[in-house]
T-cell receptor
Framework: QKEVEQDPGPLSVPEGAIVSLNCTYS??????FMWYRQYSRKGPELLMY????GNKEDGRFTAQVDKSSKYISLFIRDSQPSDSATYLC???????????FGKGTTLSVSS | DTGVSQDPRHKITKRGQNVTFRCDPI?????LYWYRQTLGQGPEFLTY????????KSRLLSDRFSAERPKGSFSTLEIQRTEQGDSAMYLC????????????????????FGEGSWLTVV
C-alpha cells in the first residue's frame, strides 16, 4: 500500500459543478497537507496549504483535513473550464523535508 | 519572470550518455529540492539543499545521479550513463524557509516548483 492514495480519475464535470477531490493516507505522522494543480507538461502550482486538521477556504477552493480518518479533500465551487488540470495532493511529516504526493486526479470541466 | 527556472526544458539523449540539468531558484530562497515525475505518477522526492549543503537524499538517487548547489544559488542535477528508466520530468523547487523544522503556517514552508526538465532516453 502506498503512503498516499489518490483516485487518478479522469473526472469529467460540466461548468459550474462542485468538484470533490480526495486523498487517503496511511502515515499518521503527516502534519502538513497541500494541494497542487498541474497543467499538462507544466510544473505543479500550489493551491492550498493546511496544517493538521480543519478547513481552509480560498476563493472557490476549500481544503479539508480529517486526521482521524486519514482523509483530505479539495472542493472546487463553480468549476470553470480553466480548472481542467491534474490535481495532486501532497503531505509531509513535521521533521521531514520530502513531500509525499498522490498520483494526481485528472479533472476535465466542459463548457 | 521571477519563478523557478529550469534548463533545458527538453532533452533527448541516447542510452549511456550523461545529461545535466540546471535549476535557478527564486532569488534568496534558501531551500532547493529536486523531484522526479513519470507519466501518470506524482512527483517523487530526490534530494534537498539548505543553501549549499545537501542535507537529504532519497534512495531513488542512485550512484549515477549527482546534485550540486555550489554557491547556494543555482543547482545542477547530473545523470551519468543514462538508462531508459531515467526518462521522466525532473522538477526543481525552492522555498524561502530557513528554520530547521517547519513551523505551522510559516510562509517559508511554501514550496514553488519550476516548469520541469523533460528527459527522454532512447
Amino acid at each position: 500500500q502506498k503512503e498516499v492514495e489518490q483516485d487518478p480519475g479522469p473526472l469529467s464535470v460540466p461548468e459550474g459543478a462542485i468538484v470533490s477531490l480526495n486523498c487517503t493516507y496511511s502515515n499518521s505522522a503527516f502534519q502538513y497537507f497541500m494541494w497542487y494543480r498541474q497543467y499538462s507538461r507544466k510544473g505543479p502550482e500550489l493551491l492550498m496549504y493546511t496544517y493538521s486538521s480543519g478547513n481552509k477556504e480560498d476563493g472557490r477552493f476549500t481544503a479539508q483535513v480529517d486526521k482521524s480518518s486519514k482523509y483530505i479533500s479539495l472542493f472546487i465551487r463553480d468549476s470553470q473550464p480553466s480548472d481542467s488540470a491534474t490535481y495532486l495532493c501532497a503531505m509531509k511529516v513535521q521533521a521531514g523535508t520530502a513531500l509525499i504526493f498522490g498520483k494526481g486526479t485528472t479533472l476535465s470541466v466542459s463548457s | 519572470d521571477t519563478g523557478v527556472s529550469q534548463d533545458p526544458r527538453h532533452k533527448i539523449t541516447k542510452r549511456g550518455q550523461n545529461v545535466t540539468f540546471r535549476c535557478d531558484p527564486i532569488s534568496e530562497h534558501n531551500r532547493l529540492y529536486w523531484y522526479r515525475q513519470t507519466l501518470g505518477q506524482g512527483p517523487e522526492f530526490l534530494t534537498y539543499f539548505q543553501n549549499e549543503a545537501q542535507l537529504e537524499k532519497s534512495r531513488l538517487l542512485s550512484d549515477r545521479f549527482s546534485a550540486e548547489r555550489p554557491k547556494g544559488s543555482f543547482s545542477t542535477l547530473e545523470i551519468q550513463r543514462t538508462e531508459q528508466g531515467d526518462s521522466a520530468m525532473y522538477l526543481c523547487a525552492s522555498s524561502p524557509g530557513t528554520a530547521a523544522l517547519w513551523v505551522p503556517f510559516y510562509s517559508g514552508n511554501t514550496i514553488y516548483f519550476g516548469e520541469g526538465s523533460w528527459l527522454t532516453v532512447v
